[in-house]
């Protein structure tokens, strides 16, 4: 092991109980004390290989160099297989909240200076290959900014009677009336809903796969317009007739504290 990137290596000796076959005993305990690890989640790679060793000074990776550092350098994590690799890959690029991890593209272009399939928020597949990469967040975001702008469109101007005006809202519609209210100095202007919201009940045996839909289908059209805020509240409700155990009370309230919950309690009725 090397815990040190710029230190020796170190041999460290791990004693095996007599129960089983030795090469039985070095697998199970090598997975559980992570010497091997089977299951890697996205927010684990960012946090202990990409931010602190390998995309410090650049914006992205290609996932083949990215599985070779993993596979060569002794303080990165020591992942099982490039399977492992790729499926915490996609996981992370199918998250809802993809900007804590990563985006995935299938190129880049030097002479453009833009990344080609740019993927967030959605399901994908990953292969492992020098061409497909994965993207810094804000990165990405910038991307998506760019591609999103619109260029304005100057109003045609139209010449009226020195009159006053009065404006008459009708739901999404602006209508603008002379003051003798004749036809033909009535003007119509469309005016386009500034504000979405929206609820569903999800399935909490499905939650993964309704999210990543309401992600992809509803979400992703409408942050990706020009200064578009969007704001996702999760609500639980929760009904345990037998009642809550207290171990789960306390993993539950240490796990909300964590994910930073804005409010959470447990109730007797």
Known sequence: MQPDPQGEIEWQEIRLQKQDSPIVQASRKAVHEEHLIANYAASRLRLEALDPYLWRDVNHLDLKKLWEYLAYYLYLPRIKNQQVLLQAIAQGVAALLWNENFAYATGWDESKGRYLGLKVAEHIT?????????????????QFEADAVVKPVTPPVVKEKTESYKTEKEKTIDTVITENGSSDSQVTVIVPPKRFYGSVKLDALRLRRDVGQIADEVIQHLSSLVDAEVEITLELQVTVPEGVPDNVIRTVSENCRVLKFSNQEFEQE
């Open 126 to 142: 990953v292969t492992l290959s020098s061409q497909n990469l994965i993207v810094k967040p804000e990165v990405a975001q910038r």
